[in-house]
Each structure stands twice: as C-alpha cells, then as structure tokens.
C-alpha cells in the first residue's frame, strides 16, 4: 500500500459521461461491483463484535487510473510515463444518522483512514479483490468502534453538545457507466512536449521551465449499505507550464499556462501550446523589464481573469454549508483558522452579503459557457448524491450554501456538492461557479468608472491587475509551492491575494505601463461589499482545487494542478474594488548568479 | 495492512525488503565507449562554475556534479492480482558546491543542531541534449552555491564561539586523487508480460493458505547508469544492474501478532533468473514457517546460549558491530563513539576477522548485492580490513576525514536524495577456528548443561533491527528474529517459538562469542540509514554466543479479523465463482 501520500499526488477526473442506469454489460468482466456486493452483503449481515455497535453503514470506493505524463524543458524530454493502478476506501460507520462514529477528530487523528485505504490489484477480478475488502472492511469497523467510544467519552465531557445530525440520509443511486478504455496513441505527447516547450529557448533569459502534460481516464466506484451502486467514467487532460527567471535587481518572477479539456484529443496541439508559450515568455520578459510597484491604496480594476482567480480564493472558504468535524485539539481549528478555512457565510443565510444586482450560482449540471466548455461539471457528487444548482446569493442575499451529507447550521441535506480527488475526503466544494450582475457595464464604460474613481480620489494613476498568480502552477520545482505554501500561506487567511500581472493606469490618458513586485493585502470577503462596478464581459476561469486535507475549502485550495486537483471553474466578469491595498516589494534583493546563464541553443 | 512492504524501519535498520536496486558490471569495460553527451555537459559546466567561482566570495574550493540515469521495471502482485506493471527512467542531479577549505567548509557540523539542509538534486532531461543538460545544471550549481555561502556564515559565526573537540579538528573535507574511468552504458531489456503471470501464480499460490492475510511478489530490474566529475579531475562513468524477485506473506497468529514471512533472488544475468520451481518451493516454505509461527507458543525473556545460523550471524554483524564501524559515526558528538578510541585494541574473540570489500561481486559464485566500482563520492571503492584476528584496525571512510584516518576508503555511499556519509558494503566475517554444524550444536547442549538450562535458542532468521548508536540512547542494540527455535538440552525435536527481540549491549556480546560454523551465508539486503537505503550484504559464518538476553517483542494489539477469509468461509461457499 503506497497510502495516502501517494494517493493525494496522483489524478483527477471530469466530466462523468452520459448515465446508463443498466448492470455491466454482457462481456464486460469487470468483476469490481460483483465483488464489492458480495463482500458488503457478509458485512452488513455478520460483521460484529460482541457488546458493541453493528455497523449502521458501510462505503466502498474504489478508484481506477490510468495515467500518462510527459514533463519536458527547452525542447528535452525530463520523463514520461504511463501507469496504471486502483486504490480503495472503505468507510464503517458505527451508531446512527444523527451520532454516528465520524466527524470526530481524536487526539489520534483520523482513526481507521490509513488502515482502511489501499492499492489493490489491477485486475478487476473477484478473489483479490474480495479479500482486500475483508481485511479493510474489518480494519474499519475495528477503527470505528473505537472511533465512537473516544467520541461519546468526549461528548460527555461538553456542556452543551451538538445539536445537528452526524449524517444524512440521501436517496441511493444505481448508475453503471460503461467502461472508457484509455488511449494515449493519438497523439505522440513526448513529440507535443518536447516541440511545444522548445520555443522557450527563445528566451535565453529564462532560468527553468516545465511544461508537463497529464492525461488521465478514472473509473470510479462506489458502493454503500444504503443501496447505491455506481460505476462512472471520468476522464481530464491537461497541459501546464512553468517559467522563471530573475529580474536585473534579483527578484524572483515567474509566468505559467494552463490548458485543460475533458479528453485528451481536446488538447490544443502543438504549435497552439507553443504559441501560448511565446507569449507567455513575451511577457514575463515584460515583468522583467518593468519598474517596482510602491505601496498603493485605491481603486483597483480586475480584469475578468483575475476577478476570477480572486473569487475563487475569497468565496470558497465561505461557500460551505457543513459544519466542521468535533475536535478534541485545538491543532485542527488553528489549521483552518491558518488557511483562511473558516467560512463567514454559516448562520447568515437570508441577509444581505453582496450590493443587491449580484446573484452567484454554483450549477454543476452545465457543461458549457458561450460556447466554451465547463470542466466543473458533473452528473453525481463524490458521496453519490446526484448533483444539482444550487443559488447561493440571490440579489445580494444569501440564501443558501453548498452542502454535502454532513449537515450544518444552517441545511441538514446535501444539494450534491460533496466533492475530493482521489479517495480524500468530500468536501462540500464548488463546481461551476457564476458571479453575476443585473447591472453590469460595458467594458469601455467599466473602465470609465475606474479612472473616474481614481480621478475622484485625486490619484494620478491607479492599479489595473490583468492576471493573478497561481504558485501551484507557476513554481517550475514542485518545493517551490511547498516552500509558498509554509511561508506565505498563513497571510492568505488574512486576505493576501498574489497578483502576477499589473499594469498602472494613467488618469490623464489611460495609458499603461506595467509594474512588477506587489501583493494585495487584506482582500476578504468583506472588500467585497466595496464593489464599485462590475463589467458584462465574463470569462471562464479554468482551474483545479487543491483536495489536499487542510488546503481543500480554504483560500489554498485555489491553487492546484491537474495532477490531483478537482476541476472547477469560475464565471465572472472585470470588476472595480474600491480602497484596495497594494504593499510593493520591501525586502533585500538577492544576489544574482555569479555564473552567466550557458547559452541554451 | 494490505500492500505495504516497508513496514519495517527504524534507524539503521537493514531491510532486504524495499525495491529494486543495482549490483555490479562493467566499470572498465574494454570496449572504448563513445564519448557521453552527458560528461560532456557536466564537464563543461564545472569548467565554466570553477572559473568563476573559485574567486568568488565566498571561493569554492571543491565542485562536483553527479548524474544517475535510472531505468527501472517493476512488476508487482498480490493475492493472486497484478498490483502494478510499469517501467520509468529518470536522470537525477546532484550538484555539492563546496566554500571555504578542506579544513573548515560550509558542511561543518555545528554542535548537535543538524545541518542546513538543501536538497541536493534535481531530475534533469532524458534527452542527450547538451546545451539543456548545462542550463539545468547551471541551475543547480547557483541553487547549491547559494545554500553554500550561506551555510559558511553560519559556520563561521559558531566557530567563533564553540569549543573545539578532538575530532571536531578533523578537516571537514579529504583531498582524494582523481580517477578517470569511463565505461560502456547498461540497460535492462524487460519484457513484463511473463513477469505479470508469474507474480499472479505466485500470489495465488500463497492464497491456497487460508491463514494468508495478504502476499506480495514483486519483480524489479534496474540499470544505473551514473556520470561523476569534479574540480580535483576525477571522471567517472559506470553502470550496474540488478534483476530481484521478493516474496512477502503476511499473517496473524490468534493472539493478534502479525507475522510476515520474506525471501528475495538477486541474479544480474536474465538466463540466472530463478524457475518457477524454485520459486514455488521457496514459496511452499514461507507458508510453512508463517503457519508454524502462527500456532508457535511465545517464548519466555531468556538469557544464555544461543546459536545464529550463518546468514542471522551476518545480520547481527552488520547490525551490531557494522554500524559502529562507520567513520562518520567517531567524530559526531552526538554519537556514542563505541569503537572510537578502540583501535589496536581486542573487540572480539582472536579468532574472529572481519572485512569491508565492496571490490567482491561474488562470494562461492553467488551475488554480492554491496559490489560497486566507485562510491557515491567518486572514490574507488577499497577492501578495508576493519578486525583482525579481533582486533580493531580503522573505520569504514568517506571523504569526510577523522585525526587518525585523513583519507576515504570508498565507502562514502547515499540512496538518490541523499548526502553520502560512510556506509558498509559486502562485510565479511571469516574464522580461524571452525567446526560443523552438528559440533556446534553439541557445544550448545554442553553450554545448556554446565549452565544448568532446559533449553537454549537456535536463530534461523533476522529481519534486522535498530541499533541505537547516539549517545543521548542506552548503547544497546535489539534485533528481531524472524525464525527462532529452542533447542533442548534433552535432545527433544527443536521447536518454533515467536515473540522475542535479541537485547543486549554490543561490546559485550562480541566478545561471548565461543564458537564459528565452518560455512559462511550471504545475506543480501537494503540497509537504511543516515543517507538513505542502500545495497548491502553481509557474510558470515554460524556463532556460538555463550549468553545472549532475549526481551518479548512489542505485539500488535489488533484481533485476527472477525469473519472468515472470504475465499475459506464455510457458510458462504454459494458464492464462489
């Protein structure tokens, strides 16, 4: 068993096809569900311990992946591979609906998560598989009762316990997809990395690049005591690239691409990857070249892109209707607390949190956009609950949240948003986001109101950002975003946001210039209600959830990658915040290499 | 549970369990091989960084830059499944970038805090493509040149306050003559399809028990190819393979103990590959031992004689006296330094010597998995006897240096990923003073009957252990014995037992040793240590120790599983397919 480290490296998947509500076909012998049957019938009928709990509920997943990926720099090759490997959980639960042995963090941890969670045989067949889940069957329970006597001795310990159930009930599914057989042959990706990555050598000043691609077809199975039986197909493809050099006074900048369909063949081709690279190099030798930021307060447009990125960080912490697992350590509240986990939005439903024209919606069942497509969708949530939209703010009103079957304050039943990569955890996560507006203005207009704005305050120029950064993406070693994420990731729940391109904007004639070095600083949920304007010209914004347990749900979790992230998207158009702060760069710079860069061609 | 193999650890722990590595071929091949794209990056790089960063500030005094190219295959199965089939290649980097001079450097260990840490590598292309092979190592060099400066601050500042020990004077760096060998490429030619039915039939051969809880078969083949230069001239490129075959069973006695039984076949040759008939057999006696063990009674503490078959002879050596025969470990202040001021001085009986020669491929025509050409720091590996005729005569060296002992012997080794510090490779106990198994059986009972004892222990089996050589730890070491039997002084048939771990302290039981087998067992595995996993073996004849103590083992407190295998449930036979 490779446990979980590995499991949250790997994979992640899209778009379930088309629902067949029929068993697995005549010669399919795939024996997955017949052996996950049998084993949950011996478990739920003889499984128990003398003077304890019988289960109340069983859960089997199972995860099957295929992978192929190809990672390459200036034109070489650094590694490329194909794999193949399944991965199971298994979920005990011991009590009832409303306490149950979950959603309790002891002094040990999770209990019973690593136990019950493998590798398992590649196979499909019967036997192998029967016996895993025996043995992770039994670990489970074993882990469960335990579970649920720490958790009753805690309980007793509260003056006041929780009132709201452990678990809901959910109507149970029957859906078997047919199987997607993955093919890698239609295109040679090591030829695509290597041609689309070369065009960086154009760029002598370029300290490293990674273009990485990542193909990936998952069959994923669930089956529980409850009566659901699912076998999907899901499948993503992505293309993802890295670039870094330093500035003359040593600053550290970097660019990054991203590209993702739902199948490998959507993928952009070559000369598309490499044409997006030259420009992605163009202007980070334009950052390169442009002068500081210095410290700015004022208003601040967002084009579409970035007013993406930043709501993707700013709303999904607040998006949650679930409430946060008991804990008996203070350990797991200060990590959430840390990430900017915490929502702002549970016991608030029904009053105003945005000006009245905004409307947001999370509507997992579209898949697409004005003719784009919308990565973010899916047919049934990652608890087995068929997915739905959901209007979260309707009017500047805050009428409802995303849940999953752990109810919360404020709603005690999922509206299918329970989502994780891999076998992590569900969370409730959003999918197809929408920030909308019955007042939006042109683009000519919106920037009208911007200098406006800025003429008011008396500013001769203000702050436009054009794209905001995404570390996960944009660090070409994988440490780098590690390294971010222990260094700068405590201020992100206090609402520093890491803009990658920003212009300043002349009042007298708009004119541009680029500038380099600046960070936001405090941008909440709060900043938010400081909307100035808000254009009509909607994008969609492509990226992955980071499912990471502690990042998945915070500010964090929106910088992840196609290698295990969650596909998600945001629809929103530019807007202008009002008294928003930039901090310029203050600290010493380094010290270039001593040794020039070799020449690269 | 289920798929894990490396359950065992704990420091210093030599586990012949974890994947796939390299062993032997081809360091000088007589064929004149083409000239590698590969050195020819790395070497016009180092030219081009010493230039200019020798009279930098702070200079580097010492460069080198390390290139593995990994081609692995591993084929994996449990229960009677393929678990995974796949083949990867990789090219690591590792750049040291050294300031300051051989005497006092930015490595320099400072008091009892640990190092600075920078990881010491990067992957680089696959594609022989010189001007992206310099550019990433460019990279890499300013990467490690920065950690570098920065560490030598921090030296400098300490040594300016802290009190020097004896061998804290010792330079932090060896000058070693350079050495140029540049050898033909290897690779592995794998074809996984055979290898992806056999791991099946294996596991479904362990499946027929039904006390089986799980078994694993994995097949590995390795080629490393590995490019070395640096600034003092050395040039190296060699390359090894290793073909492996591990058998992993696991089960649990009622009690709740888990029991795990493993075998492994190295060859370095396809055609050496073991047959199905073979391997069969070797599976046949894990499920044996693993259904003895389950029904085995759990022995009681015991002090006294005990007899270790050649190959737990040769881990006990490796574990208890090995391990304190690193160089590193004398001059470290937080180590215990048991040998430290021993040499010239008796550690073991007379008739006991010991050697460290990872320059043996073979030994009786099997396989040495501890063979290479040169170390991991570009110095040509080097037979060092370490005990002769017990006495201690010098420690195994990397480059870097103790008082007594200025230079490597070769044995500076690290899995990828790590710093190399000094490690054994084919250790090799031999006796002046033999006799045969059933001798030193007969001299156990005679032990077992001056000492007035029913019964003494015959160890068949060590899965390694940890030894605690710092200081802030007691100096015991303990071991787990796999396969223990008490042989009675009564002359009764020997009988299995479970649930003890060997306790003790080193210096003391080297030295009740009373006698040797007159056959020597290669015992091939994977020690891990401070710099990471690497190929060892161990060889050593059976010993005779006229008291060893023997503590019960730490058991699992997890009950057998509640239902019956499913593949063996007697009121659920309908559902068979």
Known sequence: MRILATLALLAAFTMPVAAAQAPVPAGDNDQTLRAMHDEMERARTRLSLAGVDKPFYIEYRLLDLDLRSVTASFGALDSSSVSRTRFMSVDVRVGDYHLDSSNFISEDGFQGFLGSTGEVGIDRDYNSLRQDLWLATDQAYKAAVTQMSLKQAFLRSLTKPPEIDDFSQAQPLVKVDPRIEPDWTSRNWDDEARTASAVLKNFPQLYGTRVNYYLVYATSYRMTSEGTTIRESRHLAGVEAALDTEADDGMELHNFYAAYAPLPAGLPDAATVANALTKAGGDLMALRASPLVPDYTGPVLFEAPAAASTLAQVLEPSLSGARPPLSMTQDFDAFIERFGGRSEWTGRVGTRVFPASVSVVDDPTLQEFQGQPLLGGYGVDDEGVKSGRVSIVENGILKDLLMSRRPGPDFSYSNGHARSALLSDPHPLSSNLFFQSTDALKPADLRKRFLDACRADGHEWCLEVKRMDDPALSSVRQEDFSDFVGELGGEIASGARMPLFVSRVYVEDGREEPVRGGVLEGLTLRSLRNILAIGDDSVVYTYMQNPAEGLAGTALGAFGSVQGGIPSTVIAPSLVLDDVEIRGFHGEPRRLPLVQAPPLK | ?577
């Not at chain 2, 022989?128 to 921090?154: G, N, V």
């Not at chain 2, 290897?186 to 996984?192: A, L, N």
């Not at chain 2, 009764?492 to 302290?505: A, E, L, S």
Request: net charge negative.
């Open chain 2, 1 to 577: 549970m289920m798929k894990r193999q490396t359950s065992y650890r704990g420091f210093l722990t030599c586990v012949a369990l974890l994947g796939g590595a390299w062993v032997c071929f081809a360091a000088n091949g007589p064929a004149p091989a083409p000239a590698s794209p590969v050195l020819a990056a790395m070497q016009a790089e180092l030219d081009r960084s010493m230039a200019a960063l020798s009279t930098a500030d702070p200079a580097a005094y010492f460069i080198s830059y390390t290139v593995s190219d990994r081609q692995y295959a591993e084929v994996s199965g449990s229960n009677g499944a393929l678990l995974s089939s796949a083949q990867s290649r990789a090219r690591w980097l590792e750049v040291q970038s050294r300031v300051g001079t051989y005497q006092l450097d930015d490595t320099h260990k400072l008091g009892d805090r640990p190092p600075s840490w920078t990881s010491p590598g990067t992957t680089v292309a696959l594609d022989d493509d010189i001007p992206i092979l310099r550019r990433e190592i460019w990279r890499e060099t300013d990467r490690q040149y920065r950690a570098a400066s920065q560490a030598l601050i921090k030296v400098k500042t300490s040594e300016q306050v802290q009190v020097q020990t004896a061998e804290g004077a010792a330079p932090d760096f060896s000058r070693e003559e350079p050495h140029t060998s540049v050898g033909s490429r290897v690779e592995v030619q794998v074809d996984r399809k055979p290898w992806e039915e056999r791991v099946r039939k294996y596991t479904a051969a362990f499946s027929q028990s039904p006390s089986v809880l799980n078994s694993i078969a994995t097949f590995t083949a390795l080629a490393m190819n590995q490019y070395q230069v640096n600034t003092e001239g050395t040039k190296l490129a060699f390359g090894q393979v290793h073909y492996r075959l591990e058998l992993y069973v696991q089960t649990k006695a009622p009690d709740g103990m888990d029991i795990d039984r493993y075998t492994n076949f190295d060859w370095l040759d396809p055609k050496d590959a073991p047959d199905d008939k073979t391997v069969s057999d070797a599976i046949q006696k894990l499920i044996q031992e693993a259904q003895a063990l389950d029904q085995a009674p759990i022995v009681e503490p015991y002090a006294g004689p005990a007899l270790l078959t050649g190959r737990a002879a040769a881990v006990f050596f490796h574990e208890v006296f090995g391990h304190r025969a690193e160089g590193f470990r004398q001059k470290d202040i937080s180590e215990g330094q048991t040998f430290t001021s021993k040499v010239g001085e008796r550690i073991l009986p007379e008739f006991i010597s010991i050697k460290d020669d990872p320059t043996e491929a073979a030994f009786g025509g099997q396989m040495l998995l501890g063979y290479y050409p040169f170390d991991d720091e570009g110095v040509p590996a080097v037979n060092v006897p370490l005990v002769d005729h017990g006495v201690l005569k010098t420690f195994l060296m990397s480059r870097s240096p103790l008082v007594n002992v200025p230079h490597s012997n070769g044995h500076g080794r690290r899995q990828l990923g790590y710093v190399p510090v000094a490690r054994q490779g084919n250790l090799i106990v031999s006796s002046s003073q033999t006799m045969t198994n059933d001798q030193l059986r007969q001299k156990l009972i005679d032990l077992l009957k001056q000492q007035n004892l029913s019964y003494g222990l015959l160890i068949d089996d060590i899965e390694g252990g940890f030894t605690f050589t710092g200081r802030a730890q007691p100096q015991a070491f303990q071991v787990t014995p796999l396969v223990v039997y008490k042989v009675f002084a009564d002359g009764r048939p020997d009988q299995i037992v479970r649930g003890v771990n060997i306790v003790g302290t080193p210096l003391v039981s080297l030295t009740k040793i009373v006698a040797t087998g007159d056959k020597q067992e290669i015992f091939n595995g994977y020690c891990g240590a401070e710099s990471g996993s690497v190929p060892v073996s161990a060889v050593a004849p059976a010993i005779l120790i006229s008291e060893m103590e023997f503590a019960k083992k730490e058991t699992s407190t997890d009950r057998p599983p509640i239902l019956p295998p499913p593949a063996h449930d007697p009121e659920a036979k309908g559902q068979q397919p």
